[in-house]
């Protein structure tokens, strides 16, 4: 019999929005601070704010300098952490029980009494530097950033999250420190927490942010972009060619949310998928394919990615169209469909297993002032979606006309050919 697993969601004097759950603990507590800021937030003359003021957090807080933090962090032993997305940023960290106070009043200190520095920016502002140059040596970081100007319009959504090395020379310590106090305040902000330590910090944070705030919080309004089905390229010293198409997909608030979640999974989300068997078990075209679903409040994204040799091109973009293809043309049978709704419940349920998993769920879920469905009416849903469902959204995926491409590496081919090979697949299913 599975455990009945239920989260909560408060409203705190402040303005903080906190959530939790009720799940057991096996020796560790998870937290985090999830802050409504993210680079989708940012002006062009501020493109990269919200994740350089990411890094400055560390830089000294309170009465902590960098030393002090850093310290702190090896001393609990375990993971802390953070993360800037285009949606948010987050403050993380899993510990055990006995750490979790220090650990929270670590992560609170470091979102509400940074130091921001003019000193520390400017060293700052070189490892920024340096992680934007790795991550243009890495192929997915570079097809991901190319994929999302060609299937977004908004420069707020598709601008790189690092921003750019001219957006970065112009940031100073004032320009952040206007930033984190526009957006670094309680009601922008959701604390999130699981584990065994839970009701001692839940007693300390309800003191802490008890106070009214300055100015109510705006409502949550979900951001929907907007679309444009583009195509891009880049020539890139690789061995191979990465690729990657993306498509709209339904929001995490949209009745076909668990539909398309099932329609990814079958396309190329686990091993027994339709393009994992025919481009890399049965041909053994391609080492790396599958379809990616991402889901928020407002709306969603399913990306599909292969990284293939010069050699196996051709044939690898005739069969991935003709798998999008058919997948639109043919419902998939009762097994499919049955299969795919065991696997996909099974990696929810274990990760629901892990403190720091849960947290992060709960966080994001959060930021939109609701809470996740519960685990049975998950499976429930699941058990809803019907094959006709799939069939209907995947013949939405195939739609080129309604599709963003995007491929780097060594082949300085002409778009139209590409496209030409993918097409042939997709009319020829």
Same mark, same amino acid.
């Given at each position: 019999?599975?455990?009945?697993?239920?989260?909560?969601?408060? /409203?705190?004097?402040?303005?903080? #929005? $906190?959530?939790?759950?009720?799940?057991?603990?096996? &020796?560790?507590?998870?937290?985090?601070?999830?802050?409504?800021?993210?680079?989708?937030?940012?002006?062009? %003359?501020?493109?990269?704010?919200?994740?350089?003021?990411?890094?400055?957090?560390? !830089?000294?807080?309170?009465?902590?300098?960098?030393?002090?933090?850093?310290?702190?962090?090896?001393?609990?032993?375990?993971?802390?952490?953070?993360?800037? #997305? /285009?949606?948010?940023?987050?403050?993380?960290?899993?510990?055990?029980?006995?750490?979790?106070? #220090?650990?929270?009043?670590?992560? !609170? @200190?470091?979102?509400?009494?940074?130091?921001?520095?003019?000193?520390?920016?400017?060293?700052? !502002?070189? $490892?920024? +530097?340096?992680?934007?140059?790795?991550?243009?040596?890495?192929?997915?970081? @570079?097809?991901?950033?190319?994929?999302?100007?060609?299937?977004?319009? =908004?420069?707020?959504?598709?601008?790189? $999250?690092?921003?750019?090395?001219?957006?970065?020379?112009?940031?100073?310590? +004032? =320009?952040?420190?206007?930033?984190?106090?526009?957006?670094?305040?309680?009601?922008?902000?959701?604390?999130?927490?699981?584990?065994?330590?839970?009701?001692?910090?839940?007693?300390?944070?309800?003191?802490?942010?008890?106070?009214?705030? @300055?100015?109510?919080?705006?409502?949550? @309004?979900?951001?929907?972009?907007?679309?444009?089905?583009?195509?891009?390229?880049?020539?890139?010293?690789?061995?191979?060619?990465?690729?990657?198409?993306?498509?709209?997909?339904?929001?995490?608030?949209?009745?076909?949310y668990y539909g398309a979640l099932m329609?990814?999974?079958i396309l190329g989300g686990q091993n %027994?998928?339709?393009?994992?068997? /025919?481009?890399?078990?049965?041909?053994?075209?391609?080492?790396?394919?599958? #379809?990616?679903?991402?889901?928020?409040?407002?709306? &969603?994204?399913?990306?599909?990615?292969?990284?293939?040799?010069?050699?196996?091109?051709?044939?690898?973009?005739?069969?991935?169209?003709?798998?999008?293809?058919?997948?639109? !043309?043919?419902?998939?049978?009762?097994?499919?469909?049955?299969?795919?709704?065991?696997?996909?419940?099974?990696?929810?349920?274990?990760?629901?297993?892990?403190?720091?998993?849960?947290?992060?769920?709960?966080?994001?879920?959060?930021?939109?002032?609701?809470?996740?469905?519960?685990?049975?009416?998950?499976?429930?849903?699941? &058990?809803?979606? =019907?094959?006709?469902?799939?069939?209907?959204?995947?013949?939405?995926?195939? =739609?080129?006309?309604?599709?963003?491409?995007?491929?780097?590496?060594?082949?300085?081919?002409?778009?139209?050919?590409?496209?030409?090979?993918?097409?042939?697949?997709?009319?020829?299913?």
């Open positions: 019999m599975e455990a009945r697993i239920i989260d909560f969601l408060e /409203r705190l004097p402040s303005g903080l #929005t $906190v959530v939790y759950d009720d799940i057991p603990s096996v &020796g560790t507590t998870a937290l985090a601070f999830f802050i409504g800021v993210g680079s989708r937030d940012e002006t062009p %003359s501020q493109w990269g704010t919200a994740h350089l003021l990411e890094h400055m957090l560390f !830089k000294g807080a309170g009465t902590l300098d960098q030393s002090a933090i850093a310290r702190q962090m090896d001393k609990l032993g375990a993971e802390v952490n953070a993360f800037t #997305t /285009r949606d948010y940023t987050c403050f993380h960290a899993r510990v055990l029980d006995s750490e979790a106070i #220090t650990a929270y009043r670590l992560l !609170k @200190v470091m979102v509400t009494e940074p130091w921001l520095r003019q000193d520390d920016l400017a060293r700052e !502002k070189n $490892v920024v +530097r340096e992680e934007m140059r790795e991550s243009q040596d890495d192929p997915d970081d @570079v097809l991901d950033l190319l994929l999302t100007d060609a299937l977004y319009s =908004d420069l707020s959504y598709s601008h790189d $999250v690092l921003g750019s090395l001219q957006s970065l020379d112009q940031i100073e310590a +004032r =320009d952040l420190s206007a930033f984190f106090h526009q957006y670094y305040r309680p009601p922008r902000m959701v604390f999130a927490i699981s584990g065994g330590a839970r009701q001692q910090v839940l007693d300390l944070i309800s003191r802490d942010f008890s106070a009214s705030p @300055v100015a109510e919080a705006t409502p949550v @309004v979900p951001f929907r972009p907007s679309w444009r089905f583009e195509t891009r390229q880049t020539v890139a010293d690789w061995e191979q060619l990465h690729i990657g198409l993306a498509v709209p997909a339904p929001a995490r608030s949209h009745p076909s329609a990814a999974s %027994s998928s339709r393009l994992w068997q /025919r481009l890399r078990e049965e041909e053994g075209l391609v080492y790396t394919v599958g #379809t990616q679903y991402t889901a928020e409040q407002g709306f &969603g994204e399913m990306t599909t990615y292969l990284s293939v040799g010069p050699r196996q091109l051709v044939q690898s973009l005739e069969a991935l169209g003709a798998e999008l293809g058919r997948m639109g !043309k043919q419902e998939p049978d009762a097994q499919e469909m049955e299969s795919t709704r065991t696997s996909l419940f099974t990696i929810l349920m274990m990760a629901l297993e892990a403190p720091d998993s849960r947290v992060l769920r709960l966080g994001r879920y959060g930021l939109d002032q609701i809470l996740p469905e519960p685990i049975e009416l998950v499976r429930d849903r699941l &058990g809803q979606v =019907d094959a006709e469902t799939v069939q209907a959204l995947a013949r939405r995926w195939s =739609d080129m006309d309604q599709m963003a491409k995007a491929w780097a590496g060594p082949i300085a081919s002409p778009v139209a050919d590409l496209l030409d090979y993918l097409r042939r697949g997709i009319e020829h299913a």
